[in-house]
């Protein structure tokens, strides 16, 4: 029963994978002191900022994804951070499009309070699950 009140999203993407471009700072392979972390050249004579034939190529907006697919989870939901019930109000009739991950600040009182309201309103949440334990002091 619990499965057929379950959440799906609207719209299901397959989302074509494109090949992980790795970019490293220009002279990074030949000098240790030169990090691999990426910095656009900024000289007057660099080849990779002039983009020369030969050289690396610099990130670009050509590399970038799919609108229609970028921040789309596995599951088929857009992400939003949820701080308190207020914010899953606002997820009521959107429900099919995003789903909420709770905040990393947010206490053990309020976690479980937003856990309940969540599952009311058929919210789905990435990590409703975890630290839900509340422990008893003797």
Known sequence: MNGLLKTTPIVQFVKVKKTKREFNRFQSDQFKRVKPSW???????????????????????????????????????????????????ALTSLNRVYCGEIAHGVG?????????RAADL?????????????EKLD
């Open 39 to 89: 910095r656009k050249p900024k000289g007057i004579d660099n080849k990779v900022r002039k983009r020369l034939r030969g050289t690396m190529v610099m990130p670009s907006i050509g590399f970038k994804g799919n609108n229609l697919v970028r921040h789309i989870l596995p599951n088929g939901f857009k992400k939003v951070i949820i701080s308190n019930i207020g914010d899953l109000e």
């Open 108 to 116: 053990a009182k309020k976690r479980v309070d937003i856990v309940k």
């Open 122 to 134: 058929g919210i789905v949440l990435t990590n409703g699950e975890s630290r839900l334990t509340v």
